[in-house]
């Protein structure tokens, strides 16, 4: 069984930065990227940052330059550090690993960790 855990979210006032983290567990999943996503209030559930297994990184616009995504594959662990917070970067930030289990497509999701900025 395969599992994500994020944790690291908080409450800041814009300006301030926060650290989430995502540790993977579970055997027999060989993950290629990882990807952090946001769901604000009322708002879909967006693609913020992916990273590869080989450590490619992509960001979407409006992160890019505050915020960064790095993985320790040695802990199964990816990590985004997000600085400069905003409050428009409030909502429930989820870490979504995808791969295979012997050839077949998996994705996994976590159960998402609360950020909220304030003005």
């Known amino acids: 069984q395969v599992q994500l855990v994020e944790s690291g979210g908080g409450s800041v006032q814009a300006g301030g930065s926060l650290s989430l983290s995502c540790a993977t567990s579970?055997?027999?999943?060989?993950?290629?990227?990882t990807g952090w996503y946001r769901q604000a209030p009322g708002k879909e559930c967006e693609l913020v940052a992916t990273i590869t297994n080989g450590g490619i990184t992509n960001y979407v616009p409006f992160v890019e330059g505050r915020f960064t995504i790095s993985r320790d594959n040695a802990k199964n662990t990816v990590y985004l550090q997000m600085n400069s917070l905003k409050p428009d970067d409030t909502g429930v930030y989820y870490c979504?690993?995808?791969?295979?289990?012997?050839?077949?497509?998996?994705?996994?999701w976590g159960q998402g960790t609360q950020v909220t900025v304030s003005s």
């Open positions: 979504n690993a995808q791969g295979f289990i012997s050839l077949t497509f998996r994705q996994f």
């Open positions: 579970g055997s027999g999943f060989t993950i290629t990227v």
